[in-house]
């Protein structure tokens, strides 16, 4: 077999940094704070405008610490990802899918099948820089599907498929 043999249907290096969401909760968070506290804020006539300062920092510099942290959290794993399958670091195996184990329809599990006896599981519901797109979403694994994997640990780094599955 050959590579006009395969379709690519996930590959790090083409998807991009997906995980945008995860931090951008933290930044709705900030606004969200902000907004709220000075709503409490105009409601406590009583309070110096320090403390109504300080606690409105505080809530707003919480949520700051939690966008910074996701976004390099995330961004970090993309970049590894990205490097570890460009060095050529990345392992590989090539085969038929089997004990293919789908999402349920109501989600929030993990999907997961084998290939020559390597084991993977992902879930829409996993913010990773890898592949996970379930069968219940849309996504291509089934049963019985010839593919070819380059993973580390268990991030499938790329996903290629062959035509005739």
Request: negative net charge; proline residues 4%; contains cysteine.
């Amino acid at each position: 077999m050959n590579d006009s043999d395969f379709i690519v249907a996930f590959s790090v290096l083409d998807s991009g940094y997906k995980a945008w969401f995860f931090p951008a909760f933290g930044l709705v968070g900030c606004i969200f704070a902000f907004v709220v506290c000075l709503l409490i804020s105009k409601g406590r006539p009583n309070e110096t405008s320090e403390s109504k300062g300080c606690f409105i920092a505080f809530m707003v510099g919480l949520f700051a610490l939690w966008t910074v942290g996701a976004f390099a959290f995330t961004f970090a794993d993309y970049l590894k990802a990205r490097e570890t399958l460009t060095s050529g670091n990345a392992a590989y195996v090539e085969g038929v899918v089997q004990n293919f184990v789908p999402m349920p329809v109501q989600g929030h599990a993990t999907e997961s099948f084998t290939v020559n006896g390597v084991p993977f599981n992902y879930s829409d519901y996993i913010v990773t820089a890898g592949f996970n797109n379930t069968s219940t979403h849309g996504g291509p694994i089934r049963q019985g599907l010839f593919v070819r994997i380059w993973y580390t640990g268990n991030e499938i780094l790329k996903l290629e498929i062959r035509k005739d599955s």
